[in-house]
């Protein structure tokens, strides 16, 4: 991950990345290969970079989608004892990581909640309304397949980087 990068996800990200809920998201296996937390990271950075290859650098955009990306799955947490099965998972897990967001940042952004929401799409059939959701969709979806084939979505620095003591 470059500088620029990591730059952009602790601009707009800290309070987020400094909670006790996002750092308890790597205690959990997410996609066979990685955890929930290096996930959210990766898709965060992959989120960034589209923006940037896209245009889209203005800091509401950015903050958007940071803030986004770094929640989008953090309501998963939990899975098997939350949700009777994948299905499940697959409709809920959404609208608990909306309230997750809400709880960490005290913030309810329509682009941010409207995002997270609609991460799923195509699997659930719920369109994003925003430029936001259609980049947090992609790289979702980009980070996904990569680590269905083992790629770890960030190395040990990028952790360590993004993961300043609160």
Known sequence: ?????????LKYGRSVLCSEEFRSTFS???HYSTTV?????GV???????CRARGLTDDDTLKTVVLAALCHDIGIMGRRKKYRNDAECLIRHPL???RAYIRITGEADERVIDSIKCHMFPLKPAVPK????WILTV????CSVNEKFGKSPVTEEDRKELLIPG
């Open 130 to 133: 925003y430029k936001a959701g």
């Open 28 to 30: 959990q296996v997410h």
């Open 44 to 50: 965060t950075a992959e989120a960034v970079k589209q």
């Open 96 to 98: 608990d990581s909306v």
């Open 139 to 142: 790289a979702d979806k980009i």
């Open 37 to 41: 937390g290096d996930h959210l990271l």
């Open 1 to 9: 991950m470059d500088y620029l990068t990591r730059h952009t996800i």
